[in-house]
Every structure is written in structure tokens, then in C-alpha cells.
């Protein structure tokens, strides 16, 4: 995370201490439109990538708990 000029910023993103943006022309606009666009396709891919990995670890985790199950029937 960096500071500079009155900007805070983390690489990805940056916040203004004005609080106000404003775009000079309309190729200006055009490439906040799309970068917003990527932004938000790449946060739709993150919470599917996550979903994705929570259930990957809720599979592991029923897998080894009918391990256990099963190890438990067998020593009985």
C-alpha cells in the first residue's frame, strides 16, 4: 500500500481524500467503464473460486470423517 499525493493506494484500487472524481473526456469514461467491468468480473471469480473451495473442503472433510467412522466399526 502506498501514499502519494493525496492518494491511497493498494495496487488494484485507490481512494481519494477529495472524495470526488473527476474524468477529463470520454476515453476517460470508456476506460473507468472497463476497468470497473474487470473489476467486477474478477470478484465474481473470486466468490465462485471461493465457493468452489469451500465445498472442496467440505468434501475432505466428510471423507475423512467416514474414515474415522469406518476405522472405528472395524476395531470394535
Given at each position: 500500500?502506498?501514499l502519494?499525493?493525496?492518494?491511497?493506494s493498494?495496487?488494484t484500487?485507490?481512494?481519494?481524500?477529495?472524495?470526488?472524481?473527476?474524468?477529463?473526456?470520454?476515453?476517460?469514461?470508456?476506460?473507468?467503464?472497463?476497468?470497473?467491468?474487470?473489476?467486477?468480473?474478477?470478484?465474481?471469480?473470486?466468490?465462485?473460486?471461493?465457493?468452489?473451495?469451500?465445498?472442496?473442503?467440505?468434501?475432505?472433510?466428510?471423507?475423512?470423517?467416514?474414515?474415522?467412522?469406518?476405522?472405528?466399526?472395524?476395531?470394535?
Open positions: 500500500m502506498t502519494s499525493g493525496g492518494t491511497l493498494s495496487g484500487s485507490s481512494v481519494s481524500n477529495h472524495g470526488t472524481q473527476s474524468y477529463g473526456s470520454e476515453g476517460d469514461m470508456e476506460l473507468q467503464a472497463r476497468m470497473e467491468l474487470k473489476r467486477k468480473r474478477r470478484m465474481e471469480s473470486n466468490r465462485e473460486s471461493a465457493k468452489r473451495s469451500r465445498q472442496r473442503k467440505q468434501q475432505h472433510l466428510d471423507d475423512l470423517t467416514s474414515q474415522v467412522n469406518l476405522t472405528k466399526s472395524k476395531i470394535r
